[in-house]
T-cell receptor, first 115, second 109 residues
Framework: GAVVSQHPSRVICKSGTSVKIECRSL??????MFWYRQFPKQSLMLMAT?????????EQGVEKDKFLINHASLTLSTLTVTSAHPEDSSFYIC???????????FGPGTRLTVL | GQNIDQPTEMTATEGAIVQINCTYQ??????LFWYQQHAGEAPTFLSY????GLEEKGRFSSFLSRSKGYSYLLLKELQMKDSASYLC??????????FGAGTTVTVRA
């Protein structure tokens, strides 16, 4: 199957700093990438949909100025958590969707801890 | 909006069979996925159904009834390594995935 990587896998930062998470599709071109957040013992919640070359579409309740998404190429999307706070601590997972399948391939996730 | 329901927890014995049900009410339908997720890891793909009926893949099978808004994942010959969370996810008209809360399956010896 297709491979999606995420970097870093774990990050610990101080409150008020910004953190960038990269999501890469390694062996296919992803027209669309999705960013999810998962809190302990909860399911994945879609944060935003990222299409190459256009602005991301954010789900209701997700602050677009806080969670900056850039999809500069067909293989790379980045999520930047700006001015992170402890409540932003979560497991962030990206997925990539190729064409023509509906299947989404998930990255391994990034564990963010904000102190 | 999307509404996807699945049981919170299930427990079964090694070697047994467990069926995880999922009911959904969504705006549009372009298929249903089942994923397995171990603690601290990303979900891994198990199955995809877009037409009614049963899809069998080894020890795992998945069933879909679009008219009833219903699916189930059947795990046979349970092994200890099958202890995990199982997520039902529906693809809506805009190809977004909406996830259920997940079913934690515990396999006991």
């Amino acid at each position: 199957g297709a491979v999606v990587s995420q970097h870093p896998s774990r990050v610990i930062c101080k409150s008020g700093t910004s953190v960038k998470i990269e999501c890469r599709s390694l062996d296919f071109q992803a027209t669309t990438m999705f960013w999810y957040r998962q809190f302990p013992k909860q399911s994945l919640m879609l944060m935003a949909t990222s299409n190459e070359g256009s602005k991301a579409t954010y789900e209701q309740g997700v602050e677009k100025d806080k969670f900056l998404i850039n999809h500069a190429s067909l293989t790379l999307s980045t999520l930047t958590v700006t001015s992170a706070h402890p409540e932003d601590s979560s497991f962030y997972i990206c997925s990539a969707r190729g064409v023509p399948d509906n299947e989404q391939f998930f990255g391994p996730g990034t564990r963010l801890t904000v102190l | 909006g999307q509404n996807i329901d699945q049981p919170t927890e299930m427990t079964a014995t090694e070697g047994a069979i467990v069926q995880i049900n999922c009911t959904y009410q969504t705006s549009g339908f372009n298929g249903l996925f089942w994923y397995q997720q171990h603690a601290g890891e990303a979900p891994t793909f198990l199955s995809y159904n877009v037409l009614d009926g049963l899809e069998e893949k080894g020890r795992f099978s998945s069933f879909l009834s679009r008219s009833k808004g219903y699916s189930y994942l059947l795990l046979k010959e349970l092994q200890m390594k099958d202890s995990a969370s199982y997520l039902c996810a529906v693809v809506s008209d805009d190809y977004k995935l909406s996830f259920g809360a997940g079913t934690t399956v515990t396999v006991r010896a």
